[in-house]
């Protein structure tokens, strides 16, 4: 069994500010992957970026990357050089490896509201 | 690039009626997803869908839900005798292998049971 847990309901950063959200989660597996899923105020749901379990390196895309820290099961989002279209939900998510089409399991949310 | 689509994006209907919620998954993919979300709350997993059987599904998907794959694109989910508190997000997802590989969401259907 997987948990995901988001300790901050709600976050606000100023825009071109840096801003971390942070996540922590529990898994009996050895292998699986984590995800930051954003959802804005349209709800779609949209992939921000996902990190390998086995690769010690922290995943980037662009002004986002993660600090993964394997052994506290933490899995922290930094968003850097904020902008107003980073106003959204984000959901961290974990998925196991074992089973052929093993579920993700997400958090509760964290509310970022980007201000200018 | 290839997305998943979902129809309707929004649906009313009386309570105690059924409902179908289609999606037409990325097109390569193999492994299909429903998942529901009541506003305010997060993301639950409903069901998962490979080789054309349910490969696991939650404890929220009971003998009123039902998911199909007519044909080779669309995969339906039907919702029996609608309840009240069926209202919610529903997103369809797929993935082009199963553990591990990014899941990709729909747009979602809002379904309002009234």
């Known amino acids: 069994a997987q948990t995901v847990t988001q300790s901050q309901p709600e976050m606000s950063v100023q825009e071109a500010e840096t801003v971390t959200l942070s996540c922590t989660y529990d898994t009996s597996e050895n292998n699986y992957y984590l995800f930051w899923y954003k959802q804005p105020p349209s709800r779609q749901m949209i992939l921000v970026i996902r990190q390998e379990a086995y690769k010690q390196q922290n995943a980037t895309e662009n002004r986002f990357s993660v600090n993964f820290q394997k052994a506290a099961k933490s899995f922290s989002l930094k968003i850097s050089d904020s902008q107003l279209g980073d106003t959204a939900m984000y959901f961290c998510?974990?998925?196991?490896?074992?089973?052929?089409?093993?579920?993700?399991?997400f958090g509760t949310g964290t509310r970022l509201q980007v201000t200018l | 690039e290839p997305e998943v689509t979902q129809t309707p994006s929004h649906q009313v209907t009386q309570m105690g009626q059924e409902v179908i919620l289609r999606c037409v998954p990325i097109?390569?993919?193999?492994?299909f997803y429903w998942y529901r979300q009541i506003l305010g709350q997060k993301v639950e997993f409903l069901v998962s869908?490979?080789?054309?059987?349910?490969?696991?599904k939650s404890e929220i998907f009971d003998d009123q839900f039902s998911v199909e794959r007519p044909d080779g694109s669309n995969f339906t989910l039907k919702i029996r005798s609608t309840k009240l508190e069926d209202s919610a997000m529903y997103f369809c997802?797929?993935?082009?292998?199963?553990?591990?590989?990014?899941?990709?969401f729909g747009e979602g259907s809002w379904l309002t049971v009234v």
């Open positions: 998510a974990s998925r196991g490896y074992t089973g052929t089409a093993s579920k993700l399991t």
């Open positions: 869908f490979y080789n054309n059987e349910i490969s696991e």
């Open positions: 997802a797929s993935s082009d292998r199963g553990a591990g590989n990014t899941i990709y």
């Open positions: 097109s390569n993919h193999l492994y």
